[in-house]
Antibody, heavy 118, light 107 residues
């Protein structure tokens, strides 16, 4: 059974940083694209970033380029999202998902809440 | 970027109704379209991929159709468990996009 468990969310002040983690199990992690998707309170889904299995390709939504960095550790079956220069507009539940470019994300974690507020 | 526009934003229906939701892409995405169901406080659940392929375990009352720029999600006979928000997603490009969502409400 595929399991994705996010952690690292919390309350942070504007301009601060957070690092989200996603622990994966139940599938061959190093064979799949992985993706972060976020959902602001009461809003729709927004794709944030995707990373190829070998890290040779990574893509970001324009609003986070230069501030967020997606990475992975295939030895530890883990996906990360380093978030810097956070703004109130980054407040959202962040989901880790298996899949990405040309592979519809088919398994999702329960999400971790990031709140950016002073 | 390839945008997707979903309609309607809200849909009121009764148990047993047939409902359809439309998604339009700003340019051709072949069949690289997925449909998700989301309930409050839960992550999205994949229903349909490649425009018309039913994800394993999803009831057969859900179906997807279309290609190019026009796509449809249909629920043949709405069940109580189907009241939720539905999203389409194009994943043909390196910057995937979700539709705005359609909330299916009880009439």
């Amino acid at each position: 059974e595929v399991q994705l468990v996010e952690s690292g969310g919390g309350l942070v002040q504007p301009g601060g940083s957070l690092r989200l983690s996603c622990a994966a199990s139940g599938f061959t992690f190093n064979s799949f694209w992985m993706t972060w998707v976020r959902q602001a309170p009461g809003k729709g889904l927004e794709w944030v970033a995707s990373l190829k299995h070998d890290e040779s390709e990574k893509y970001y939504v324009d609003s986070v380029k230069g501030r967020f960095t997606i990475s992975r550790d295939n030895d530890k079956n883990s996906l990360f999202l380093q978030m810097d220069s956070l703004t109130v507009e980054d407040t959202a539940v962040y989901y880790c998902a298996k899949g990405g470019y040309t592979y519809a994300p088919d398994s999702w974690g329960q999400g971790t809440l990031v709140t950016v507020s002073s | 970027d390839i945008q997707v526009t979903q309609s309607p934003s809200t849909l009121s229906a009764s148990v047993g109704d047939r409902v359809t939701i439309t998604c339009r892409a700003s340019q051709s995405i072949s069949s690289w379209l997925a449909w998700y169901q989301q309930k409050p406080g839960k992550p999205p659940k994949l229903l349909i991929y490649r425009a018309s392929s039913l994800e394993s375990g999803v009831p057969s009352r859900f179906s997807g159709s279309g290609s190019g720029t026009e796509f449809t999600l249909a629920i043949s006979s709405l069940q109580p468990d189907d009241f939720a928000t539905y999203y389409c997603q194009q994943y043909s490009s390196s910057t995937p996009k979700f539709g705005q969502g359609t909330k299916v409400e009880i009439k």
